[in-house]
Nanobody
Framework: VQLQASGGGLVQAGGSLRLSCAAS????????MGWFRQAPGKAREFVAA????????DYAASVKGRFTISRDNAKNTVWLQMNSLKPEDTAVYYC??????????????????WGQGTLVTVSS
């Protein structure tokens, strides 16, 4: 499975960006898709996840109400709509895949495949 993340860039605080993650090599309709981020000097952290059928989503408390994760299994693509961006959202954002939804959802070690990351920079 190859994951290609895109859509990052430079945006002012309060602005919006939409990240995309396109998968190839395997249909991922039965897999959980997640987004993580890693700010400079910090550990990678969970941002959001969505089940294969897009029925269930979950978000980190820091982004809840501002970010929305969605997917289109026909396109093998997942998106992360980011609104009301803050300087503390600055990070490299990664998409990732895992086979099922459980209590390890928030752990990066539970994800099997990763994209290359896309940089989001939010200026104040």
């Amino acid at each position: 499975v190859q994951l290609q993340a895109s859509g990052g860039g430079l945006v002012q605080a309060g602005g919006s960006l939409r990240l995309s993650c396109a998968a190839s090599g395997q249909t991922l309709s039965n897999y959980v898709m997640g987004w993580f981020r890693q700010a400079p000097g910090k550990a990678r952290e969970f941002v959001a996840a969505i089940t294969g059928g897009a029925i269930i989503t979950d978000y980190a408390a820091s982004v809840k109400g501002r970010f929305t994760i969605s997917r289109d299994n026909a396109k093998n693509t997942v998106w992360l709509q980011m609104n009301s961006l803050k300087p503390e959202d600055t990070a490299v954002y990664y998409c990732a895949v895992r086979p099922f939804w459980d209590s390890n959802l928030y752990s990066e070690y539970a994800y099997k495949f990763w994209g290359q990351g896309t940089l989001v920079t939010v200026s104040s």
